[in-house]
């Protein structure tokens, strides 16, 4: 039981260490900001405060990252650093359009994958420069 406890805090610890997880409280002030300007151009005052997006959404999504997270572990799926890194840099290039639509799974996951599908044959041809 005691391994269990030193290995869920190390995976509580490692959450900090993710990029994602400051970018997204970015865009979720960011997001909040915006709707914020809009309705006080719209109605002339603020109707919902900066994080009443997120109050919405938060438990639901936490619950489904844990379902998921149980899945994963009971299957024994597992995601190396490298396609962390890159689903990562997905994340935060499309996210930098302002279009929160492209942040769904489909567009991450899918242009990850294609981009994983033709690194290798870019890896090849990067060597050919190499002086």
Known sequence: MNLWAIELGKGLAKLF??????WSLFLVV???YRRIKQERKN???KIFDVFS??????FF?????VIFSVIFLGTGMVLSYEVMF???????????TGKFTLLSPSYTIGLTYVILLFLPFLGRELNHFQI
């Open 43 to 45: 109605f002339g005052i």
């Open 17 to 22: 260490l993710q990029p994602l997880l400051y």
């Open 53 to 58: 997006e997120w109050k919405n959404t938060l």
């Open 86 to 96: 890159i689903i990562s840099i997905v994340i935060i290039l499309l996210s930098i």
């Open 61 to 65: 999504s936490l619950l489904l990252g």
């Open 30 to 32: 960011l997001a909040g």
